[in-house]
Antibody
């Protein structure tokens, strides 16, 4: 059974950092195109960034609003995807989802507030 | 990175069929066969319904089908049920990024 389980969300002050994790089971994270998608309260879905599968180079791409603040990495031994978020602003407040062509995680809430 | 265009809302009666459109450009929907559709019930995580334009993950009933013509993708839901009432989002590969539609609220009358 495919499962994606995010963790690491919480309340953080503006300008601080946070690292989200996505533990995957049912497929190998290195074999899939993995995405992070967010949803601000009451809003629609917004693509954040992705890591291509290993056979496609494993490179990352990001939405323009990220502006170099976020990075995506992967630990193949743990079958886990990460989203490192730096210089957070209140506009980054959202539920963050880990997504693959196999499905979605349940999301983790990030709240950026002083 | 402009969002794909979806109707804000659609409606139908139980047993009927509805079609939700998703319009992009030749740089996204029209340029790749990598359109996905996602269903989201209030307060829940989205659920993947369709990927690669018309493929269903295991467990998704064949009442849900996807298609594409030019730069417009469509999701057809046949045999509407009350529990189909939800928000529906399309997404597309767009070269160096991906993009979502603004979402469509389906009301089952």
């Amino acid at each position: 059974e495919v499962q994606l389980v995010e963790s690491g969300g919480g309340l953080v002050k503006p300008g601080r950092s946070l690292r989200l994790s996505c533990v995957v089971s049912g497929f190998t994270v290195s074999s899939a195109w993995m995405h992070w998608v967010r949803q601000a309260p009451g809003k629609g879905l917004e693509w954040v960034g992705r890591m291509k599968r290993k056979s496609n180079g494993g490179t990352t791409d990001f939405a323009t609003f990220v502006k170099g603040r976020f990075t995506i990495s992967r630990d193949d031994s743990q079958n886990t995807l990460y989203l490192q978020m730096n210089s957070l602003t209140p506009e980054d407040t959202a539920v963050y989802y880990c997504v693959a062509d196999y499905g979605w995680g349940q999301g983790t809430l990030v709240t950026v507030s002083s | 990175q402009s969002a794909l265009t979806q109707p804000r809302s659609v409606s139908g009666s139980p047993g009927q069929s509805v079609i939700i459109s998703c319009t992009g450009t030749s740089s996204d929907v029209g340029g790749y066969n990598y359109v996905s559709w996602h269903q989201q019930h209030p307060g829940k995580a989205p659920k993947l319904l369709i990927f690669d334009v018309n493929k269903r993950p295991s467990g998704i009933p064949d009442r849900f089908s996807g298609s594409k013509s030019g730069s417009t993708a469509s999701l057809t839901i046949s045999g509407l049920r009350t529990d189909d009432e939800a928000d529906y989002y399309c997404s597309s590969h767009a070269g160096s990024y991906a993009v979502f539609g603004g979402g469509t609220t389906l009301t089952v009358l």
